[in-house]
């Protein structure tokens, strides 16, 4: 189920194109990163996402009803907050604890509840850990292609 959508979303920065009709969908239950090279309009999304800046054109949808955010505190009060690139984390904490630790500045900014913030952590412990037994299974199994077709290259 989409729970929140972008269609169409483009931004111009003077003459430049930042974004141009940009669709993103974001499915309930799902865990979604933007990916991208630099320039390829990865914050622009994220800041129109999170009511940093306006669209100059196009629509975003939550829960199929048309919104648009004036402020990050009107995109919050939706329940859409983005987590932006930090590169000054605390660096003896786990990652779940730094996504936790976001959770209680969001939390003392006005996000709903306490309970929001350990759940965060619990999830974000779950989700770690099976996206590293995931990873751990891709590295073999690329590792075993890899060993795989070594040995048929090799043979005579």
């Given at each position: 189920m989409t729970l929140f959508a972008m269609q169409g979303v483009s931004k111009r920065y003077g003459g430049v194109h930042a974004l141009q009709q940009a669709n993103l969908s974001?499915?309930?239950g799902r865990i979604h990163a933007v990916l991208g090279e630099n320039g390829a309009g990865k914050s622009t999304l994220i800041k129109i996402m999170a009511g940093?800046?306006?669209p100059d054109q196009g629509d975003m949808l939550l829960n199929g009803r048309p919104v648009a955010f004036a402020s990050p505190a009107?995109?919050?009060?939706?329940?859409?907050?983005?987590?932006f690139q930090e590169l000054s984390l605390i660096p003896d904490l786990t990652v779940a604890d730094n996504i936790a630790a976001l959770s209680l500045l969001a939390y003392r900014e006005g996000a709903s509840t306490l309970l929001n913030v350990l759940e965060a952590q619990r999830t974000s412990r779950a989700t770690l850990a099976q996206y590293i037994d995931d990873l751990a299974t891709a590295r073999n199994a690329a590792g075993l292609v890899r060993l795989l077709?070594?040995?048929?290259?090799?043979?005579?």
């Amino acid at each position: 189920m989409t729970l929140f959508a972008m269609q169409g979303v483009s931004k111009r920065y003077g003459g430049v194109h930042a974004l141009q009709q940009a669709n993103l969908s974001v499915e309930a239950g799902r865990i979604h990163a933007v990916l991208g090279e630099n320039g390829a309009g990865k914050s622009t999304l994220i800041k129109i996402m999170a009511g940093v800046v306006a669209p100059d054109q196009g629509d975003m949808l939550l829960n199929g009803r048309p919104v648009a955010f004036a402020s990050p505190a009107a995109a919050n009060a939706a329940g859409i907050v983005c987590v932006f690139q930090e590169l000054s984390l605390i660096p003896d904490l786990t990652v779940a604890d730094n996504i936790a630790a976001l959770s209680l500045l969001a939390y003392r900014e006005g996000a709903s509840t306490l309970l929001n913030v350990l759940e965060a952590q619990r999830t974000s412990r779950a989700t770690l850990a099976q996206y590293i037994d995931d990873l751990a299974t891709a590295r073999n199994a690329a590792g075993l292609v890899r060993l795989l077709t070594l040995s048929a290259a090799t043979k005579p």
